[in-house]
Nanobody, 122 residues
Framework: QVMLVESGGGVVQAGGSLRLTCAAP???????????WAWYRQAAGLQRELVAS???????TYVPSVAGRFTISRNNARKTVGLDMTNLQPEDAGVYYC?????????????WGQGTQVTVSS
């Protein structure tokens, strides 16, 4: 069973910061460097959306609403993916998930992790 593990969420005041971490399961660590990694989020009542992605080589991409405030990173030795979030706003709240992207830019793994909750109070 594929189980991505997200951590680092919490409750912050608007303007605060959080660092999320995604740990790839042992079963897919062997292909960690072979795919683009991404962060998604799902706000209450809304569809899960792609927030940021980072390929093995090349530039990271961000949804416009977080560009300049969020930074995605990957540690190829530790097989983890990070998301540094600054100046958090209420609209950033939601459950954050990680996944790999397939060649078409869609989620590679159907077994999503538990996600990590980000709550932003105004």
């Amino acid at each position: 069973q594929v189980m991505l593990v997200e951590s680092g969420g919490g409750v912050v005041q608007a303007g605060g910061s959080l660092r999320l971490t995604c740990a790839a399961p042992r079963t897919i660590t062997s292909v960690f460097n072979g795919n683009t990694w991404a962060w998604y989020r799902q706000a209450a009542g809304l569809q899960r959306e792609l927030v940021a992605s980072i390929p093995l080589r090349g530039r990271a991409t961000y949804v416009p609403s977080v560009a300049g405030r969020f930074t995605i990173s990957r540690n190829n030795a530790r097989k983890t993916v990070g998301l540094d979030m600054t100046n958090l706003q209420p609209e950033d709240a939601g459950v954050y998930y990680c996944n790999q992207l397939d060649a078409a830019g869609r989620p590679k793994w159907t077994d999503w992790g538990q996600g990590t909750q980000v709550t932003v109070s105004s």
